[in-house]
């Protein structure tokens, strides 16, 4: 069982381009979460998915946008990079979007905007 | 608002205790969730305190207090590969995980 994958490993972008970050589970779980970890700032919530078909806006929304189209799948598009967007991004999978359930990460995804 | 206080870094030796102390004022409370994050690496789950008290864990134990708004993650029989961030998260009223910045600990020989 992988858990949680997320493609690409790391990426070097340049600003305006357009970028978009994978993630599949294969755990079933029902909601979905993007993260961006930026050091002294800790893990910020950029969107969440409670359920397939349904997306909601988290901490830091503004320039990021997904979709949940299946239950695995939870890409993150950027339509226009810029520097600031520079982050490790880690999207995380829990079985329903309740309180006492426990949240699981993937790898991340080391992104650097030029 | 969301705000998560822990100390930013913890150095100790190994075979020794640590805690880590985690304080916060969030909107709404559903429990809270301590993580370990190795360098370079995913975060992993280490315990979930939604009521007052102490959860224990082989070496590692949690604690919380609701009404001080505190908790803590206290790491026993220190060893090397405990070097880590430790991350304090916060399940608000939403159900959404509010995340401190982390504490770095150092476990030296």
């Known amino acids: 069982i992988a858990g949680i994958t997320q493609a690409p490993t790391s990426q070097i972008l340049a600003a305006g381009r357009r970028m978009t970050l994978r993630c599949t589970q294969d755990?079933?779980?029902?909601?979905m979460y993007w993260y961006r970890q930026d050091l002294g700032l800790g893990l910020r919530l950029i969107h969440y998915s409670n359920t397939a078909g349904t997306t909601g806006k988290g901490e830091v929304p503004d320039g990021y946008s997904v979709s949940r189209a299946n239950t695995d799948d939870f890409p993150l598009t950027l339509a226009s990079a810029v520097p600031s967007q520079t982050s490790v991004y880690f999207c995380a999978s829990s079985s329903t979007s309740g309180s006492t359930d426990t949240q699981y990460f993937g790898p991340g995804t080391r992104l650097t905007v030029l | 608002g969301q705000n998560i206080d822990q100390p930013t870094e913890m150095t100790a030796t190994e075979g020794a205790i640590v805690q880590i102390n985690c304080t916060y004022q969030t909107s709404g409370f559903n429990g809270l969730f301590w993580y370990q994050q190795h360098a370079g690496e995913a975060p992993t789950f280490l315990s979930y305190n939604v009521l007052d008290g102490l959860e224990e864990k082989g070496r590692f134990s949690s604690f919380l207090s609701r009404s001080k708004g505190y908790s803590y993650l206290l790491l026993k029989e220190l060893q090397m590969k405990d070097s880590a961030s430790y991350l304090c998260a916060v399940s608000n009223g939403d159900y959404k995980l509010s995340f401190g910045a982390g504490t770095t600990v150092t476990v030296r020989a």
């Open positions: 755990m079933r779980h029902n909601a």
